[in-house]
């Protein structure tokens, strides 16, 4: 079964830092891209940074300079470092996987896995 799970979230003061794990189970995590969207309420989700089976990274305009995108693939686990957050970063963050994607894949429709998510509240 393949499956994604999400963990590291929380309640946060604006500044602060949190990373984010991925784990990935039921798949052969090598041959695939990852990446993080957010959806906060309200809103669409949205593309936070991708890391491609390569280790290519893109990140959103909104995020560059404070996220940091990082795979292990021995652990099957990829991580999202984030730092400096704002109260704007309050969202629910999710994981998503594409088999041979790129780094350039922004659109939750070309990833057709997911994971659960996890909340991610700063507080001002």
């Known amino acids: 079964q393949v499956r994604l799970v999400e963990s590291g979230g929380g309640l946060v003061q604006t500044g602060g830092s949190l990373r984010l794990s991925c784990t990935a189970s039921?798949?052969?995590?090598?041959?695939?891209?990852m990446a993080w969207f957010r959806q906060a309420p309200g809103k669409k989700r949205e593309f936070v940074a991708t890391?491609?089976?390569?280790?290519?990274?893109h990140y959103a305009d909104s995020v560059k300079g404070r996220f940091t995108v990082s795979r292990d693939n021995a652990k099957t686990t990829a991580y999202l470092q984030m730092n400096s957050l704002q109260p704007d970063d309050t969202a629910v963050y999710y994981c998503a996987a594409d088999e041979w994607g790129s780094a350039y894949q922004t659109l939750p429709s070309q990833y057709d896995i997911w994971g659960q998510g996890t909340q991610v509240t700063v507080s001002s």
């Open positions: 890391i491609s089976r390569l280790e290519n990274i």
């Open positions: 039921g798949l052969t995590f090598n041959n695939y891209a």
